[in-house]
């Protein structure tokens, strides 16, 4: 399984953007996808995740309201649309699948993308 995120760049404090994760190879409908998003120095920190067959959305505290996570099962797309988007939020964004369901924790994500920079900057 390969994992192709893009959808990054500056955006200006309260704007928008919209990622996108493109899947090559298998996923299933007991899969999740999430994204997490790192700053340097730092762990690679939740955002959101989703599972795969039943649609189920999981946000992080600091996200809820504000993010979307959702996919196209059949185009095996994940997309992670940030509204009102804040300095904080600036990070490399990472899309990734758990093929045992997990959910928040990193360490439970068996396939990772290459990541794609996220800039909230005035």
């Known amino acids: 399984v390969q994992l192709q995120a893009s959808g990054g760049g500056l955006v200006q404090p309260g704007g928008s953007l919209r990622l996108s994760c493109a899947v090559s190879g298998n996923i299933y409908s007991s899969h999740v996808m999430g994204w997490f998003r790192q700053t340097p120095g730092n762990e690679r920190d939740f955002v959101a995740a989703?599972?795969?067959?039943?649609?189920?959305?999981y946000y992080a505290d600091s996200v809820r309201g504000r993010f979307t996570i959702s996919r196209g099962r059949a185009e095996k797309v994940l997309y992670l649309d940030m509204d009102s988007l804040k300095p904080e939020d600036t990070a490399v964004y990472y899309c990734a699948i758990s093929r045992t369901g997990g959910l928040r924790s990193a360490a439970e994500y068996n396939f990772w993308g290459q990541g794609t920079q996220v800039t909230v900057s005035s």
């Open positions: 989703i599972r795969w067959g039943t649609g189920g959305t």
